[in-house]
């Protein structure tokens, strides 16, 4: 949802409440209840709108949540991608289990089978295990909409299949850039 749509409402909620205040009487119990909801509902809906306007540029780790158990980021990145911010843009990479699915699609299944679809390329991405083990497999850099809000991503693996899924990305966290103290390097 665009902050207009927010803004609508936001609007509308304050509507609600000012019509039951007006139906219920001033000085009712439930008026205030209502005015109380939907202040809480207003300032929720803020709070999200504010979160998503004001990321400042730079990279974060940030959740990436699928609706699928067989499509997820590799679990040595702990259900992360690393969120990169640059003139009001956003793009996660996440970073895959395999190299089994070979193309992704902002949108749906049927779309990224039409001509012209800009389909998203793998990069290989290297991980290490706790074991110590190390493997490659493949990453990708997602263009990210909105956070805190489901988008669609198609997906092809090997066999030629597109699947249809819901993601979303959320709770950004800012990168804390590693400074090298004490070792003399500059």
């Known amino acids: 949802m665009n902050n207009s749509k927010r803004m609508k409402s936001i609007a509308a909620i304050l509507c609600a409440a000012a019509i039951s205040i007006c139906f219920t009487g001033c000085g009712s119990s439930s008026s205030s209840a209502s005015v109380s909801t939907a202040v809480q509902e207003t300032e929720t809906v803020s709070?999200?709108?504010?979160?998503?306007?004001?990321?400042?540029?730079?990279?974060?780790?940030?959740?990436f949540t699928t609706d699928s158990e067989m499509f997820h980021v590799n679990?040595?990145?702990?259900?992360?991608?690393?969120?990169?911010?640059?003139?009001?843009?956003?793009?996660i990479h996440i970073t895959l289990t395999s190299?089994?699915?070979?193309?992704?699609?902002?949108?749906?299944?049927?779309?990224?089978?039409?001509?012209?679809?800009?389909?998203?390329?793998?990069?290989t991405d290297t991980v290490t295990y706790e074991d110590g083990t190390t493997e490659e497999v493949y990453g990708f850099d997602v263009p990210v909409p909105a956070l805190d809000q489901e988008f669609d991503l198609a997906l092809?693996?090997?066999?030629?299949?597109?699947?249809?899924?819901?993601?979303?990305?959320?709770?950004?966290?800012?990168?804390?850039?590693?400074?090298?103290?004490?070792?003399?390097?500059?």
Do not use: F, R
């Open 156 to 186: 092809v693996g090997t066999k030629g299949k597109w699947y249809d899924h819901k993601v979303m990305v959320s709770n950004p966290v800012p990168v804390q850039e590693e400074t090298e103290q004490g070792t003399g390097n500059q």
């Open 99 to 123: 190299e089994n699915i070979v193309n992704l699609y902002v949108g749906s299944a049927e779309d990224a089978q039409k001509d012209g679809a800009q389909l998203l390329k793998p990069v």
């Open 47 to 63: 709070a999200e709108t504010a979160g998503a306007a004001e990321l400042e540029d730079g990279v974060y780790d940030a959740e």
């Open 75 to 91: 679990e040595t990145c702990d259900g992360k991608g690393k969120l990169t911010v640059e003139n009001g843009k956003m793009t």
